[in-house]
């Protein structure tokens, strides 16, 4: 496997109460009056809670459930793995539980802005 490719696996499950998410969002956004913001990751901007997609949660998991969209606050999620299950691939990242700001049972607008986006005092 070269680096970058995809695990092929069957399934995958969470641990006890973990919430594993996808989707997480890190390319250009566009908002609702379509104005384009640029890719911010690895920038100052960037420095901002993302939404994701939840993918799958653990057993002892009560409070959310797959399919249901969170807002996590900034990096307080893992590294991305590439996976491919039954012939798609997507990128999954586990979540810190205590970090998750906001529950949508949809796909919210992103219009959150990073540090130049934010009025200074």
């Keep these: 496997m070269a680096y970058g490719d995809a695990w092929q696996i069957k399934s995958i499950r969470a ?5 594993i998410v996808r989707d997480m969002e890190f390319n250009t956004r566009q908002l609702a009056s379509g104005i384009l913001l ?3 990751n690895y920038k100052s901007e960037g420095i901002r809670p993302r939404w994701a997609q939840i ?10 459930k797959s399919g249901q969209w ?9 590294r991305g793995t590439k996976v491919e299950i039954d012939g ?3 990128t999954i990242r586990r979540v ?3 970090e998750i700001l906001l529950i949508a049972d949809e796909k919210p607008l992103d219009e959150t802005m990073g540090l130049t986006g934010v009025a200074q005092k």
């Design 38 to 40: 640029a890719d911010d």
């Design 55 to 64: 993918y799958i949660v653990g057993p002892k998991q009560t409070q959310f």
């Design 70 to 78: 969170i807002l996590v606050a900034h990096g307080r999620w893992t």
């Design 15 to 19: 641990k006890h109460d973990e919430v």
């Design 88 to 90: 798609e691939e997507i």
């Design 96 to 98: 810190d539980l205590s």
